[in-house]
């Protein structure tokens, strides 16, 4: 396949859609843009930008919006699904007559699914006629803002099948994004879920007044608690260590550009946990994930304290002040 005639379409047009619709605009692939608002889709055709998100870039001309599912996913050799994790099994009932058989979709998402405790890649493969060597997963250290500034980025893109992660890779390779290949997909989607999760608890620690050491104690031991989740699934111990692990965690945790590092500053703060949700505008996945995270430790039998202390406190278990007294009062014992 010519990567020049390859056709991209990205659902939906929020923030990090848009920036990988630029990416593989750039890479030479050309990208139609699936736009829940027509107002969106009208910007996009006729101005060139997304006014809902970065009105001051100028996407490449090459791409396009549509408010038709349909229409975005004719001829598609690639479909970048980038929406709320925990609303992928009712769009892709949607979507899914429309999915070609040829069709390699990839996955953005950072969630695990409530109820379930599936993660991304299984809800795709469930809800369409796909098999597992047809759904990639792309993670890293990649803040939409950044990326749409142009300032250098890389992820991991993880499928079973390498040929097909190759092909994915070829799409989105461009000068300022370099993406690495991986056939671990259950570290890559581990790695970007649990890492939102760590984020609210750097923000609840910063937002409290906590300096850095406390903030470098959280990402550390929070890349523990992820790493023991993820290879009791079945993951690669070094796939943490990597884009997807501890790249994509020390961006999320470091950043004011980061939605869960945000969130959690704010309840750090003391505002409540609706109150952050209004001060916050975008889906901050941890928030919705935190408890299905915490269930998976359950089953796999993985002490995962931070986790359960954001857990315990989104749900209004514990105040702040006992919160922020879990995360400091561990039992001492052998740093593993």
């Known amino acids: 396949m010519n990567q020049h005639h390859a056709r991209t379409a990205v659902f939906s047009a929020g923030s990090w859609g848009t920036a990988m619709g630029k990416i593989m605009a750039d890479a030479g692939t050309s990208v139609i843009m699936h736009a829940r608002r027509g107002e969106i889709a009208d910007a996009i055709n006729t101005q060139y930008r997304n006014p809902g998100y970065f009105p001051d870039v100028e996407l490449p001309h090459t791409v396009r919006a549509t408010t038709d599912p349909a229409a975005a996913l004719d001829g598609a050799d690639f479909l970048v699904l980038s929406i709320p994790a925990q609303s992928l099994r009712a769009s892709l009932a949607?979507?899914?007559?429309?999915i070609g058989p040829d069709t390699v979709i990839v996955s953005l998402?950072?969630?695990i699914e409530i109820g379930s405790?599936?993660?991304?890649?299984?809800?795709?493969?469930?809800?369409?006629?796909?098999?597992?060597e047809r759904v990639a997963v792309l993670s890293g250290p990649n803040l939409a803002r950044e990326i749409m500034d142009g300032q250098p980025a890389a992820a991991t893109i993880a499928c079973p099948d390498e040929a097909a992660a190759h092909?994915?890779?070829r799409a989105c390779h461009t000068g300022y994004f370099r993406p690495y290949t991986s056939t671990d997909v259950v570290g890559c989607e581990l790695g970007g879920a649990v890492k939102n999760v760590i984020a609210l608890a750097v923000g609840i620690a910063s937002g409290m007044?906590?300096?850095?050491?406390?903030?470098?104690?959280?990402?550390?031991?929070g890349?523990?608690?992820?790493?023991?989740l993820a290879t009791a699934m079945g993951a690669h111990p070094a796939t943490l260590a990597g884009l997807a692990g501890l790249g994509d965690l020390v961006a999320t945790c470091s950043s004011p550009l980061s939605r869960n590092r945000t969130f959690g500053t704010h309840l750090?703060?003391?505002?409540?946990?609706?109150?952050?949700?209004?001060?916050t505008r975008q889906t901050t996945e941890g928030v919705k994930s935190a408890e299905a995270i915490l269930a998976l430790a359950g089953d796999h039998d993985v002490e995962m304290p931070i986790t359960e202390v954001v857990s315990d406190l989104l749900h209004e278990k514990v105040t702040l002040d006992q919160a922020a007294a879990a995360l400091m009062q561990r039992p001492p014992k052998p740093e593993r």
């Open 94 to 98: 949607a979507w899914a007559p429309h």
């Open 109 to 111: 998402m950072k969630g």
């Open 117 to 132: 405790g599936l993660r991304a890649s299984q809800i795709i493969t469930e809800m369409t006629d796909l098999s597992a």
């Open 167 to 169: 092909r994915v890779q």
């Open 209 to 221: 007044g906590m300096g850095h050491n406390s903030q470098a104690m959280l990402i550390t031991r």
């Open 223 to 228: 890349l523990a608690e992820t790493t023991r």
């Open 268 to 279: 750090g703060n003391g505002l409540t946990v609706a109150e952050a949700t209004a001060a």
